[in-house]
């Protein structure tokens, strides 16, 4: 070693290790000489070409980490050698220094142009030629370093979006297995919506009735979407089971108080259709207005009445709803806030007002759906819809309740039938603060394993323990239900009468016995209220389908035997199943 | 002029998104939020009351100059309300322009924070 410098070896060559590659492209022998001398002794490795062709040749197969190029060489000079190295190079930067006698500044200059990264004049000094070496292998090493980093970072980013990709996959199983398909339920949710913390759910209630959530998460991304999980699982377990949407909010609120940062919360809209389609009991937190679309044509706005969930204790929760009645034909019409905000070119919002009024313009029900969204892209003209637009519109339609569901009935099968009973019985405050309805039904599920029953005992049951309530203790008059005034007078009174109960029992009782093929269910409701004459309301109203909500005609299609007895404040009901199921057999109501 | 821009870069166009007041007596604090209030706000609002002595001050948010208000803007207001002592905070959100006032009224939040 001459003075002492050897290059460190270099872990980019190809071979990993040795030092630093230079190919020296000239056509003359005694430059290539001098050259050769200055960079061994430097301790670089080094070879030659004797022109532009050559080089281009020694380059693709030696691989030099920088190039000494002359201009003036035969075959191919070194503008296109250099022109063609660099290209063969891609990605990778190989620094290229001219060696020239030239001193005009065109040529100089066109050595730049075509790809050169210094020059180096005669006479060749040692140091120089070392200095820009150095020089340039800095900036060469500072390449390669991005290089790496630009390709980890590459692999990342495709890692990450294979991650995201299986969990939307996951997510979308586990949030959207409902009944969003449902002939009745026209929607819009964009297939990002769940990586918004957008929801839609929708699910039948086992008395045939439905309920709906649409659902927003404050933030982005999977921290938003993470908090769909909990709650597709309760409102899917819970309206299974029968729980109206006013203890579904409640379960969801305690869950997400729990699991949520403070400045994370859910807003959501609740809406449950009862089974005659004749009743929409709405809740809603922090969603903009819920719209019905009348079968005249008007419409109505119902806001938003509570704070989004998640946000106060259970304890501080309005579960306050509104009851709204409606009809067959019906409209109700949900939607997120990216609706209204959407803006146009201008910034204008779309705002409820135009919402509402696109809806009354309509005058085809059907057309409406598609012309809300025709009319807000017109609105927004080239700005794009945003991915947090959700939109739903449910028809009323009570033949679609009162039909069979289509889905396959669930792989239970009755257990043996045994001989037992249950008997409840609830005093005003638990009848303020607990829906006996589901929890009887989970027994009944358990002990005897009824699940394809369960529609019907539950509409029975429900039947049953409305009437001994809302009649027998409230004293509550059903006729009330038939003017859209009396209807919310209905349900106000209720609400009233319920608070206020302080005397006072229904007791439920069930009795299970075989029969040889199966089993037989005796429901046995008593209230100590009052009572009614039985025999004055029975006969005519054994047309009347909506006195007793879908009543006495329909309990008398699914049981065997319905009996009223005392002073109507006790009733006898009794449900046969097994092989020759005589008393479900008779599908057609009254 | 530096290539790489300044610190403060990203609120480009709005000098001050944010600024601090406090009353005399310290027990009144007063937040002004110009332009967005967004979640590109959310460090600087923490700040404001993070650092808070007194959890018994009361606050003031002034949106005369505040354009548009997000979800994630109501998030930081329950953070301010957790922090200034939850049901016992209190707490004004003024100046509202009707587009803001109705986000706020959609949301219900008038249940839990004076609204002007």
């Known amino acids: 070693m001459a003075d002492g410098n050897t290059p460190q070896p270099n872990p980019d060559t190809p071979s990993g290790v040795g030092a630093t590659r230079v190919l020296i492209a000239d056509d003359d022998h005694v430059n290539r000489l001098i050259l050769k001398a200055i960079l061994a002794k430097e301790g670089y490795a080094v070879e030659v070409a004797e022109d532009g062709r050559e080089a281009v040749a020694r380059f693709t197969e030696w691989q030099p980490d920088l190039v000494l190029m002359d201009v003036m060489m035969p075959v191919l000079d070194g503008y296109e050698a250099t022109r063609e190295i660099k290209a063969l190079a891609g990605d990778a930067f190989v620094p290229v220094i001219f060696l020239t006698a030239l001193s005009d500044e065109a040529a100089l200059a066109r050595c730049v142009a075509v790809g050169g990264d210094d020059f180096l004049t005669k006479p060749y000094s040692r140091v120089i030629l070392k200095a820009k070496i150095d020089a340039l292998e800095r900036v060469r090493r500072l390449h390669v370093t991005l290089r790496q980093q630009r390709d980890e970072l590459a692999g990342h980013q495709r890692r990450l979006l294979q991650e995201h990709q299986v969990a939307e996959k996951v997510l979308a199983k586990i949030v959207h297995s409902g009944s969003l398909d449902a002939s009745q339920i026209k929607y819009l949710l964009s297939p990002m919506a769940i990586f918004n913390g957008d929801m839609l759910l929708a699910a039948r209630k086992p008395s045939g009735g439905l309920h709906v959530m649409l659902g927003d998460f404050t933030g982005h991304g999977l921290s938003a979407a993470i908090g769909t999980v909990p709650v597709a699982d309760i409102f899917y377990g819970m309206t299974d089971k029968g729980f109206s949407i006013g203890d579904i909010l409640a379960t969801i609120n305690d869950k997400l108080r729990v699991i949520l940062p403070t400045d994370v919360f859910f807003a959501a809209v609740l809406l449950e259709l009862d089974a005659n389609h004749s009743k929409l009991t709405i809740w809603n937190g922090g969603i903009p207005d819920v719209a019905i679309r009348r079968v005249d044509g008007r419409v109505e706005a119902l806001p938003s009445d509570h704070l989004p969930l998640g946000v106060i204790e259970n304890e501080q929760l309005d579960r306050a709803v509104r009851v709204v009645e409606v009809e067959a034909g019906d409209r109700i019409v949900a939607f997120s806030d990216g609706f209204i905000e959407a803006h146009n070119p201008e910034g204008e919002m779309f705002g409820l007002e135009r919402l509402v009024a696109t809806l009354a313009s309509e005058a085809d029900p059907d057309s409406m759906f598609d012309g809300l969204l025709r009319t807000l892209g017109d609105f927004v003209g080239e700005g794009a819809l945003g991915d947090d637009l959700s939109l739903v519109e449910i028809t009323c339609d009570p033949a679609w309740a009162l039909a069979r569901s289509s889905e396959a009935p669930r792989a239970f099968r009755p257990r043996a039938p045994m001989r037992w009973s249950i008997s409840i019985e609830l005093v005003p405050d638990t009848l303020r603060s607990v829906d006996p309805l589901p929890l009887v039904m989970h027994l009944l599920m358990d002990l005897q394993g009824l699940q394809e029953h369960r529609e019907q005992l539950y509409a029975v049951l429900m039947e049953l323990f409305s009437n001994a309530l809302d009649h027998g203790l409230l004293g509550l008059d059903s006729a009330l239900k038939q003017t859209p005034e009396g209807f919310v007078r209905y349900y106000e009174l209720r609400k009233q009468r319920l608070a206020e109960l302080d005397h006072g029992r229904v007791r439920i009782s069930l009795d299970h016995e075989p029969d040889g093929r199966g089993g037989s269910l005796r429901f046995t409701v008593v209230d100590d209220g009052p009572g009614f004459d039985h025999s004055r309301v029975f006969a005519p109203l054994e047309e009347n389908v909506s006195f007793f909500g879908r009543g006495i005609p329909l309990l008398k299609s699914i049981c065997e035997h319905l009996e009223y007895t005392g002073d109507g404040n006790q009733v006898e009901a009794v449900y046969r199943w097994g092989d020759n199921e005589a008393g479900a057999d008779s599908a057609t109501h009254d | ?116």
Request: with cysteine.
């Open chain 2, 1 to 116: 002029m530096a290539p790489w821009g300044v610190p403060g870069d990203r609120h480009k166009g709005r000098f001050m998104p944010l600024t601090i007041q406090r009353s005399d007596d310290d027990r009144v604090v007063t937040i002004t939020i110009s332009g967005r209030f967004d979640f590109d706000l959310h460090q600087e609002f923490r700040q404001a009351f993070e650092h808070a002595e007194d959890e018994e001050a009361s606050y003031v948010i002034d949106l005369a100059q505040a354009e548009y208000m997000d979800s994630s803007a109501l998030g930081m207001l329950l953070l301010l309300r957790e922090r200034a002592g939850g049901d016992r905070a209190d707490i004004s959100i003024v100046n509202c322009s009707p587009a803001i006032n109705k986000i706020l009224t959609i949301s219900n939040f008038h249940k839990l924070f004076k609204v002007a």
